[in-house]
């Protein structure tokens, strides 16, 4: 229960998450306006699919930061870092984050293997 508490109840903690979560959206704001607009839809579909705490996903946010910068510095244009397919590039991203859907595709095998997977022993 502790851990609960330090993980999610911990007013330093939070507070100094925020201060750096806003810190890293200070940067984005300094990006060329095509990177802004480029994050920002890439940052909803992320969170759409975030599991847990979220902190992975915050995780490759500051790590997407740190390339769009360096891209933007080179003049590359934002679709030449992600490609045409953004969604793709996201799920690529996304590939070791905990997320929802991984969440209910575990949560789905675990429910039918505590129902049908002892029977099934039973039956072998």
């Not at 990177?35 to 759409?48: E, L, P």
């Not at 969604?87 to 675990?110: G, H, V």
Request: net charge neutral.
């Amino acid at each position: 229960m502790s851990n609960f508490f330090d993980k999610y109840l911990n007013i330093p903690k939070i507070m100094e998450g925020k201060r750096k979560y806003k810190a890293h959206m200070a940067r984005v704001k300094a990006l060329p306006e095509d990177y802004q607009f480029v994050f920002d839809k890439i940052q909803h579909y992320m969170w759409m699919h975030a599991g847990g705490d979220g902190m992975d996903i915050l995780k490759i946010h500051y790590d997407l930061i740190q390339l769009f910068e360096e891209s933007a510095a080179t003049g590359m244009h934002i679709l030449s870092v992600t490609g045409d397919d953004v969604a793709a590039f996201c799920d690529e991203l996304l590939r070791n984050a905990k997320t929802y859907t991984e969440n209910w595709r575990e949560n789905l095998n675990r429910d039918i293997m505590r129902k049908l997977g002892k029977e099934r022993d039973k039956n072998d």
